[in-house]
């Protein structure tokens, strides 16, 4: 089995584990489409898929895949920032997250600022998805939290607004964490701002006190230690220019699984 091959059977073992319901489905179908030469193209490639190879294959709004309480790891693997070493962050810590706001600005109508019990006041959503990291692991856990939608909703996003910038509190190297996501992406039923993770209120190594799951798509865009939501029409002025930490450093901006 050539490199390629190989590469494009971890692929289809991927796709066909990420979706809800109609898995069986996408394997045959997957298996079917891997004969023709665009479809191994797409296989092959070495990064996450791009918004446009997703496009062609998913619907924005499938569901990932959600598992069963016995599926649950008994620790999930922190990873990136797992103790902010800022010191508004410190903090934070030290008064338990009394004084935190998490800012919905930006390109909306009504800015928000929202105290943790404001967001456990809201309804929520508990979901059991498996979190895949690109280093090349994979852990499944619980997450409850706000869906970002009502979040939206009740604030108003304007007709120019186009994305959903995270900002986060923890300095890593050199610059403050960051990510963004489509509109298509934020309003997905599964994205979630989660304050609990396996019925425990989120731990500081996973994001403490909210963190973003956007669960179709890789590690690096679930955003920990929020501080604010900014809707944007663009992301080019902001930060390195390529919409998060790490795609200033080289990662493929929609990261879609
Ligand atoms: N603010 C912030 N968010 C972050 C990171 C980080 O370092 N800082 N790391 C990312 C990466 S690469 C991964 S795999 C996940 C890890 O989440 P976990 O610590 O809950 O496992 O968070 C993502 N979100
Ligand atoms: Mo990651």
């Known amino acids: 089995m050539s490199r390629h091959d ?3 059977g971890g692929r289809r073992r991927f796709l066909a584990r990420g979706l809800a319901g109609g898995s069986a489905l996408l394997l ?14 797409v296989l092959g490639r070495a990064g996450p898929f791009t918004e446009a190879a997703q496009g062609a294959i998913v619907p924005a709004d499938a569901l990932a895949r959600e ?5 649950i790891a008994p620790v999930f693997r922190p990873n990136g920032s797992t103790n902010p070493p800022d010191a508004d962050y410190r903090a ?9 706001r998490l800012a919905i600005g930006g390109l909306v109508e009504r ?19 498996r979190h895949d990291c690109v280093e090349g692991w994979s852990c499944i856990g ?20 186009r994305f959903v910038l995270f900002r986060c509190m923890d300095t890593l190297g050199d610059a403050r964490y960051y990510e963004s996501c ?13 304050y609990e993770l396996n019925g425990q209120p989120l731990p500081v190594a996973n994001g403490a006190p909210l963190r973003v799951r956007l669960e179709r798509k890789l590690g690096y865009k679930q955003a920990k230690y929020l501080s604010a939501i900014e809707l944007v029409d663009g992301y080019a002025g902001i930060g390195g220019g390529k919409g998060g930490y790490w795609e200033d450093r080289g990662y493929d901006w929609f990261g879609g699984i």
């Open 111 to 129: 800015p928000l600022s929202l105290s943790l019990g404001d967001l456990r006041g809201m309804p929520s959503r508990t979901q059991i998805t």
């Open 28 to 41: 045959s179908g997957c298996d079917k489409l891997a004969g023709t030469a665009w479809f191994s193209q």
């Open 142 to 161: 619980q997450w409850k939290g706000v869906p970002l939608k009502a979040l939206l909703l009740q604030a108003g996003v304007k007709p120019q607004a």
């Open 92 to 100: 934070h810590v030290v008064n338990g997250f009394s004084d935190w």
């Open 67 to 71: 598992y069963t309480r016995a599926d």
């Open 6 to 8: 190989a590469k494009a």
């Open 182 to 194: 489509r509109l298509v992406d934020a309003f997905h039923p599964q994205t979630i701002l989660a």
